[in-house]
């Protein structure tokens, strides 16, 4: 009964290839996020949706597009692959008035970009 | 602006021994609150202990505990006899509460290693 759940693990692909990373959550939460992680694990805030409404969309290129179908699913889709998005993409969720609105955090999905 | 700061980028300690890694915030807001994730080897983010601005005594997890010191906005992680699995990246994070995004401001982390 995994909390957070993404897929795929990893994710392998060219340059120039569109790829989308799957997000569900079975906590009832009605935030989710999406996290980028660089080689340096520093963690970068991309997007978080609130009962599907967008509400952090930090700066990045418009490539990425996060998709909430319902409260439990957030996924991200990105167009034409560059080498520069290789990294841990992570996603999260949370309940605004629940122990603080802590995050929960799926496993990551290593993304590796040839 | 707020802001996250981890001074130790790496630290090694000798397993059963007491580990404290440093976090200090920077906010200008009164209600707030503060989080420590683990990120083992294997890469998942654990969610760790929390504390809030207003919480009168220090939050305590198990072997984990938070130094908690308003005035110098420290908000130090406090391991006590420390574990080979103790071994792991830890973030220090930060959410204000009048931010109606949720967002979490994030320090660098500190890289964890006990020593057998």
């Known amino acids: 009964d995994t909390a957070v759940s993404q897929t795929p693990k990893y994710l392998v692909t060219q340059m120039g290839n569109d790829k989308s990373i799957k997000c569900e959550q079975n906590l009832g939460h009605d935030t989710m996020y999406w996290y980028k992680q660089d080689s340096k694990k520093f963690l970068k805030i991309m997007f978080s949706y609130n009962n599907k409404e967008l509400i952090i969309n930090e700066t990045v290129p418009n490539r990425f597009s996060p998709k909430s179908p319902d409260k439990a699913h957030l996924n991200l889709h990105i167009n034409s692959l560059e080498l520069g998005d290789s990294a841990v993409y992570f996603c999260?969720?949370?309940?605004?008035?629940?122990?603080?609105?802590?995050?929960?955090f799926g496993p990551g999905t290593r993304l590796t970009v040839l | 602006a707020q802001k996250i700061t981890q001074t130790q980028p790496g630290m090694f300690v000798q397993e059963k021994e007491a580990v404290t890694l440093d976090c200090t915030y920077d906010?200008?807001?009164?209600?707030?609150?503060l989080f420590w994730y683990k990120q083992p080897s294997s890469g998942e983010m654990i969610f760790l202990i929390y504390?809030?601005?207003?919480d009168e005594q220090n939050a305590t997890e198990g072997r984990y505990s938070l130094n908690f010191q308003k005035a110098r906005k420290s908000a130090n992680l406090v391991i006590s006899a420390s574990q080979l699995g103790d071994s792991a990246m830890y973030f220090c994070?930060?959410?204000?509460?009048?931010?109606?995004?949720?967002?979490?401001?994030w320090g660098a982390g500190t890289k964890l290693i006990i020593k057998p």
């Open positions: 906010t200008s807001d009164q209600s707030y609150g």
């Open positions: 504390q809030g601005s207003y």
């Open positions: 999260a969720s949370s309940q605004a008035r629940v122990s603080a609105g802590t995050q929960y």
């Open positions: 994070a930060m959410r204000d509460f009048m931010d109606s995004n949720y967002q979490l401001i």
